[in-house]
């Protein structure tokens, strides 16, 4: 009797036991993770503002746009209608740049496309605005180049090439091809 009554006891525990681990493998299987596709942006926001600001606290450059979409896998964000402005020191607004898009790299590059146009904000200055197709900027660095057609207005001049490049921190900027210049002489 004692014999019987310990093997069902055991018989028991065994069922209890075996059904426990089959009710667990059933209903606790873990979560499985969707995907993300990553040809679709991970984040996308609108009408943003963001201030980025270097190593030491300065503020580098601010950026508004109608839309931002973030690609994780590229490391890009992309820029509907935005407006970029570089700072001197962190404290005065030096360039404004506007396009109809914009792509920022991981490293810091800005690829403008579609109306774009560079404003000078110091007085400082005889270059008053850049106005192209396409630009490349640095922004760690501020140069800059292009390789479409490009019109550079000035204090008195106007002139057009085929192709730029430059530094906005030294104010610098190199025209190439069927380069074509007319002064106003005061």
Known sequence: MRFLRKLFILILIAVCLGGSIYLARKYLQPEQQIKHDTSTPL??????????????????YKIKAKELEYYEVQDE????????????????????LKSNKA???KNQILVLSGDVLVSSLTEDIDL????????????????????RPVLIHGI???????????????QAA?????????????
Do not use: C, M
Request: aromatic share 12%.
């Open 77 to 96: 964000s992309h820029f509907k209608s935005p407006v970029f402005l570089t700072f001197k020191e962190g404290k005065t607004a030096t360039w404004q």
């Open 156 to 170: 008195n001049f106007d002139t057009e090439a085929q192709s730029i490049h430059g530094n906005f921190k030294r």
């Open 174 to 186: 190199t025209l190439e091809n069927k380069v074509k210049t007319t002064y106003e002489i005061k």
């Open 128 to 147: 008053k605005t850049i106005y192209t197709d396409y630009l490349v900027v640095d922004l760690i660095t501020q140069d800059f180049s292009g390789d």
């Open 103 to 105: 792509v920022l790299t």
């Open 43 to 60: 984040i996308i926001s609108q009408n943003i503002t963001t201030k980025l600001y270097n190593s030491s606290g300065v503020l580098t």
